[in-house]
């Protein structure tokens, strides 16, 4: 198959400490994983107790930034609802200049109502509409040549006469839009999208995606290749189905679902299941790993399944 990039994905609501995330992120990066990236969540979610708390995805990103050398790092999704979109082209572009060009934003409309209680921060009932002004806002403040301002006159956000100050150290920081939707995530990730990604879905599905996503780019004009299509799946592999079974009950799931609805199995097996997905059109895959103290676990899927991908 063409090469399948294998990048690093956590969940570190579910409880994880900065200096955890720390460690799995060189971890990835000593295994030669092609990125690190992580959810941007607030409160835990099913069974876990998410201690010792949340962390701030572009704060531990910012950290990373200055602790890792050569991984990419981003977010799987920036959450809409959480940033006004000012402020967030602030905050990536100073932390793409603090690792030197490495940073790639996710940025979702968001959708977890009880983080939003929690934290007390405000869940609008219109996130889809204000997604699309943030992606322009962004985008367009990245793109302004600098000595000139940028302004916008939105329904939700309006921005006078900025400096659009200050710009990413990459020409261009790649903008990743995801989901599952049929008609308006589609349309948006061929507008503003480097990226488009599907989480969590099936070979079918993600073929059914990824047309859509092709169709909206070729309708105004933007070549469907010129994006990156890849999947996000949860990972769970072992050298023996012992080994599978045990990792599968460290994150409270079941073997047979997991086979179903993830990457897991023998490495053999989970490479047979990437060209199945590559086969769709994807060209990466973020493993979600959800036991971050198992650094066994990477060292398998490096030496065992990276190895194979080309």
């Known amino acids: 198959m063409d090469p399948m990039d294998l990048r690093i994905f956590t969940e570190p ?25 992580r959810s941007d969540h607030y409160l835990a979610m099913g069974s876990a107790d998410g201690l010792p708390g949340p962390t701030d995805a572009w704060i531990t990103l910012a950290g990373l930034a200055r602790e890792t050398r050569s991984i990419r790092l981003g977010t799987l999704m920036t959450a809409g609802t959480f940033r006004l979109p000012g402020v967030l082209a602030i905050q990536v572009a100073q932390v793409d200049r603090m690792s030197g060009g490495r940073i790639e934003l996710g940025l ?7 983080e939003h209680t929690a934290y007390g921060i405000p ?21 302004t040549p600098l000595g000139q301002t940028f302004s916008y006159e939105g329904t939700h956000y309006t921005l006078t ?3 659009a100050l200050p ?27 480097s990226e488009f990604n599907i989480p969590f879905a099936s070979i ?11 169709a909206a780019a070729d309708a105004i004009g933007r070549g469907a290749d010129d994006l990156v299509y890849s999947n996000a799946l949860v990972a769970c592999v072992g ?14 799931r079941e073997v047979d679902e997991l086979r179903t609805n993830g990457l897991a199995g023998s490495p053999a097996e989970v490479v047979d ?38």
């Open 239 to 252: 050298k023996d189905d012992a080994e599978v079974a045990r990792r599968a009950a460290a994150i409270g």
């Open 123 to 143: 869940f609008p009932k219109e996130k889809f509409a204000r997604l699309e002004e943030q992606l322009a806002i962004v985008t367009g403040l990245w793109e």
């Open 108 to 114: 979702g409309a968001g959708w977890f109502e009880e």
């Open 273 to 310: 299941k990437i060209g199945r997905y590559a086969a769709t059109g994807s060209s990466r895959i973020y493993l979600q790993i959800l036991d971050l103290d198992d650094l066994d676990h990477l060292e398998l899927i490096s030496a065992q399944v990276q190895s194979q991908l080309g």
């Open 13 to 37: 609501q579910q409880g994880a400490s900065y200096d955890t995330l720390l460690t799995v992120a060189k971890a990835t990066e000593d295994l030669g994983f092609d990125a690190f990236f």
């Open 204 to 214: 079918e599905d993600t073929e059914r995606q990824f047309g859509r996503v092709r």
């Open 161 to 163: 006469d900025s400096p």
């Open 167 to 193: 710009k990413p150290a990459q020409d261009r920081v790649p903008v990743l839009i995801g989901g599952h939707g049929a008609t308006r995530t589609p349309r948006l990730a061929a507008r503003y999208a």
